[in-house]
């Protein structure tokens, strides 16, 4: 931990209680767009449609319509989950012999795969993964919307014409990726100032510096006209295609007009007070369960030290398994960084986890000029070693780390949580889950409450906040380090939920989040 921060300083946020709905998102604006849907008689399926949208243009370096991820949908007049998975695949002519291993050891990056030569997995055109988001919102809202589609999409594309606010964090975010953005001529066009440096607002008086984001207006304006099958059967898809090969990647039109998101068998289980449902196969949803099903003893009034000395056992456990035996070879497995998350409930009990992604901050840092949009990097999911579950092959489905989770305990609270933070993730949602079921927290107390991080690595990450018995327990048993919640970077993941209490409504996000908020209908 940086000797620098402030000891004194306190952070919170407010948590409302209504009988209206709420959408938790993280970033402000795009929570409005959808608590105004909801205010105009939408379903949570319609505001979950129009945040997808919005937020890929104000926060376009965490998601957007060239990404993936997955989502769970509580539908109160049928008492029932879904799950719908919209991950990313490998292009069908991807090959494995094109990502070379450099010898170099491991790469810096999101996940610990042994380096590629020039990093093709994680930076480029080599690394775009098929995109599985824009169909998936679209099956979504078949399903399930009442408003227009097109309708649901017009506040994005007035966001997009109106330009991207570059306020402090959005400079303190470009800042972090400029090197990398620099290498792609229409990423460093778009987020660049003369192509090399970062876009920065005034530091010392307010700013309305705006990126022009007009040619992703465009895109998303022809997709609020043909339908969300544009960007995969249509002209808006061929060229998308045509850029990413232009820069030596290999995703095809034919990937696209061949990609199908899938509302799949979903996962329920119980655990304590909790009943659970996540998101099967290639996520984080069997992770989730592993690690949570591993609690036991757990008591008390609130998380103590022997609490957190389980939690750190079980998503270690649970990590072991996930990143030695889970992958796409073809069958399920038995086995159990740039992501945004955001959580609606309507006033009728409707819910939404949504959890799409880029996978690394800015994706692969291309920007397709046909279409303005950036792009993912979904083939740094896979293990370039060969002959492992999850190795790199053409045509396979991506390992994600989303964790979308709807729960529900026996006093009838139900709530909707998910989060960002690539492999953070899952141990928020354990934490989290855990502080709603077994300890009886409103959705306030879950968001405030020090959580530690078990990602897979050697060392346990844990909150100084936490109490020193808390921390001698944990380093008894592991190497532990201890960091405060910081705006930037996040130690720990970033969440954003919902939850509903006897028809009364509340949400809130990471505390430390400076765009995230839960907004209520009758707040627009």
Not at 102 to 131: H, M
Not at 230 to 250: I, R
Request: proline fraction near 5%; include cysteine.
């Amino acid at each position: 931990m940086t000797p620098n921060l402030s000891a004194s300083q306190r952070i919170t946020k407010t948590v409302i209680e209504t009988e209206h709905g709420v959408v938790a998102a993280q970033h402000s604006i795009a929570a409005r767009v959808g608590a105004e849907v909801l205010a105009a008689g939408g379903d949570a399926v319609d505001a979950a449609t129009a945040v997808s949208f919005a937020i890929g243009v104000v926060e376009p370096w965490m998601s957007g319509p060239a990404g993936g991820g997955g989502m769970m949908l509580w539908r109160a007049d049928e008492g029932r989950a879904y799950a719908l998975n919209y991950g990313m695949r490998s292009p069908k002519e991807l090959n494995p012999d094109d990502y070379p291993l450099s010898g170099a050891g491991i790469a810096g990056d999101l996940f610990p795969w042994e380096q590629v030569v020039g990093d093709r997995n994680v930076q480029g055109a080599a690394a775009i993964a098929v995109p599985g988001l824009v169909d998936g919102v679209g099956q979504a809202h078949a399903r399930f919307g009442r408003m227009p589609w097109r309708d649901l999409l017009l506040p994005a594309i007035e966001l997009a014409r109106g330009g991207l606010h570059v306020d402090w964090y959005a400079a303190l975010i470009i800042a972090s990726a400029t090197r990398a953005l620099a290498a792609d001529p229409d990423a460093a066009a778009l987020f660049l100032e003369d192509g090399q440096w970062p876009t920065i607002a005034g530091w010392t008086s307010l700013s309305d510096k705006r990126i022009d984001m007009s040619a992703m207006a465009t895109s998303l304006a022809e997709l609020a006209d043909k339908g969300a099958r544009e960007l995969y059967d249509g002209d808006l898809g061929a060229a998308m295609a045509a850029d990413v090969q232009a820069k030596g990647g290999s995703l095809s039109h034919a990937d696209l007009r061949a990609y199908r998101a899938s509302f799949v068998d979903l996962l329920a289980f119980s655990h304590g007070a909790g009943r659970f449902h996540v998101l099967p196969g290639l996520t984080a949803g069997p992770t989730f369960r592993d690690a949570i099903t591993r609690l036991d003893g757990l008591g008390g009034a609130s998380p103590g030290a022997g609490t957190y000395a389980a939690y750190a056992n079980a998503l270690k456990a649970a990590y072991a398994a996930r990143l030695s035996g889970m992958g796409d070879d073809g069958e399920v497995p038995q086995s159990p960084g740039s992501t945004t998350h955001f959580s609606i409930v309507d006033r009728h009990g409707n819910m939404v986890a949504q959890t799409q992604t880029l996978l690394s901050i800015f994706g692969s840092r291309v920007v397709s000029p046909s279409t303005g949009l950036l792009m993912n990097n979904g083939i740094m999911w896979f293990d370039p070693v060969q002959g492992r579950p999850n190795s790199l092959a053409p045509d396979k489905a991506c390992l994600m780390n989303v964790c979308p989770v709807l729960g529900e305990t026996t006093d009838g609270t139900r709530f909707a949580f998910g989060a960002s933070g690539g492999r953070k993730i899952v141990s928020a949602m354990v934490q989290m889950a855990s502080f709603v079921a077994d300890y009886g927290m409103d959705v306030g107390a879950a968001f405030h409450q020090p959580r530690i991080d078990v990602s897979g690595g050697p060392k346990i990450v844990a909150d100084d906040s936490l109490p020193d018995d808390v921390l001698a327990a944990l380093a008894a048993e592991h190497d532990v380090v201890t960091t405060r919640r910081t705006v930037f970077p996040y130690a720990f993941a970033c969440p954003a939920g919902v939850m509903r209490r006897k028809d009364r409504n509340s949400g809130c996000t990471e505390i430390m989040s400076p765009w995230g908020d839960a907004i209520a209908e009758d707040q627009t």
